[in-house]
């Protein structure tokens, strides 16, 4: 066996190792639009499902959430608002995702980067592509971000699921990764 073929076998033993590290990952976006919501909003929602169950099936030993989740609403605090509590689980996690397709989440977007530098390290922003070269303020808080940070998806991306299959299970695979790196 050449050197190269046992560096791909590592790679490969490593990348399968990563699947099953205790990592956290809170999904933050659309929230559940209720039954009578426009399609949007509920195609929106149903992402972020999807989301969260793909990540459950590939990285089984993680901690996969929605803030709103019941366990993550345990964790709060009398008198504590509802960004310091989504500080709280955002501090414990080591990727959050942010599916940045209603207000709610550009809220959360808004607030915790420009605000927690710790933050900027964990949070990877997937939103639409033709949102990823924006001006303004929206710029002002993307550029606070790594550029790999930000992930762009086309309409058919997102109705094909490879949002999901390929963009997000990447991001998952690479805080897996530094999580070995950081604990061998």
């Known amino acids: ?9 590592e ?4 990348m399968e190792t990563a699947r099953f590290q205790p990592i956290t990952i809170l999904v933050w976006g659309p929230s559940d ?16 499902l999807k989301i969260k169950t793909h990540l459950r099936e590939e990285f089984p030993c993680a901690g996969v959430f929605f803030s709103e989740d019941k366990e993550m609403r ?31 989440a550009d809220l959360e977007f808004d607030h915790f980067i420009p605000k927690y530098p710790w933050f900027r390290e964990k949070a990877y922003v997937l939103l639409p592509e033709k949102y990823v070269s924006t001006e303004g303020l929206t710029k002002t808080v993307l550029d606070m971000l790594e550029s790999n940070h930000i992930i762009g998806f086309s309409d058919i991306e997102f109705e094909s699921c490879k949002l999901v299959t390929e963009k997000v299970v990447g991001v998952a695979h690479t805080i897996a990764l530094r999580y070995i790196i950081a604990n061998l």
């Open 33 to 48: 639009p209720g039954d009578s919501a426009p399609l949007e909003k509920v195609k929106a929602y149903q992402k972020r």
């Open 74 to 104: 345990e964790l709060a605090l009398t008198g504590q608002s509802q960004l310091e509590v989504q500080a709280v689980q955002a501090r414990i996690a080591h990727l959050v995702l942010i599916l940045d397709l209603t207000r709610g």
């Open 11 to 14: 790679y490969q033993k490593m």
């Open 1 to 9: 066996m050449s050197g190269n073929e046992i560096y791909k076998l």
